[in-house]
């Protein structure tokens, strides 16, 4: 079975600052996919960003980028430029591609920018 | 109007009573899932659907069941609510890939 971690119950920085999100995983599986999913006060779940495990290349969009480290099974968010409307819920989350695919989310991050 | 709408979107139970949630999606997808959030665990998955004629459990299942009506409805029952039932439930759907699930915007519900 799978399994993600997010150490960091709780995160604040100020407005314009740049924040990263840690993440560990674990699994046995090859070929999956991981993800990074904000939750903002409205409740509403919204993709950030994801990467493929077969990419060496990291993701980016935007201001958001990621740090995915294979052989560590880790995969850290970062937010540059922080702003006010990136306070929110962060959630990790991984998917395998052979078999039933699922999402299995980590417990969550939340970050708060303050002005 | 909202790709995937949950109700009700916030509820109020007593303990043994049955209560459904349900959830329709406009974007098409085949598969449908009901996840359960609380404090500090994250969304942990209690059913999924992969098309109209397939059910299956999540980690978490007991205590639940599920009806998939149609491709667009998939609905979550609570046969007998329990007090530890209290908590933000999400539908959500995906398409094949699965690469990325559209969210309601949750159900909370509270069991006294």
């Known amino acids: 079975a799978q399994t993600v971690t997010q150490s960091q119950p709780e995160m604040s920085v100020q407005e314009a600052e740049t924040v990263t999100l840690s993440c560990t995983y674990d699994?046995?599986?090859?070929?999956?996919?991981l993800f990074w999913y904000k939750q903002p006060p409205s409740r509403q779940m919204i993709l950030v960003i994801r990467q493929e495990a077969y990419k060496q290349q990291n993701a980016t969009e935007n201001r958001f980028s990621v740090n995915f480290q294979k052989a560590a099974k880790s995969f850290s968010l970062k937010i540059s430029d922080s702003q006010l409307g990136d306070t929110a819920m962060y959630f990790c989350a991984f998917m395998k591609l052979q078999g039933a695919q699922k999402l299995v989310f980590g417990q969550g991050t939340r970050l708060t920018i303050n002005p | 109007d909202a790709d995937v709408t949950q109700t009700p979107r916030n509820r109020i139970t007593k303990t043994g009573k049955r209560i459904m949630l349900e959830c329709s999606q406009t974007?098409?997808?085949?598969?449908m899932y009901w996840y359960r959030q609380d404090p500090g665990l994250g969304l942990r998955l209690i059913y999924y659907?992969?098309?109209?004629?397939?059910?299956n459990k999540g980690e978490i299942s007991d205590g639940y069941s599920v009806s998939r009506q149609a491709q667009a409805k998939f609905s979550l029952s609570l046969e007998s609510a329990i007090p530890n039932q209290t908590a933000l439930y999400f539908c959500?759907?995906?398409?094949?890939?699965?690469?990325?699930?559209?969210f309601g915007q949750g159900t909370r519900l509270t069991v006294v």
């Open positions: 659907s992969f098309d109209v004629k397939d059910i």
């Open positions: 699994t046995s599986e090859n070929n999956y996919y």
């Open positions: 959500a759907t995906s398409d094949r890939t699965g690469l990325e699930a559209f």
């Open positions: 974007k098409g997808h085949d598969r």
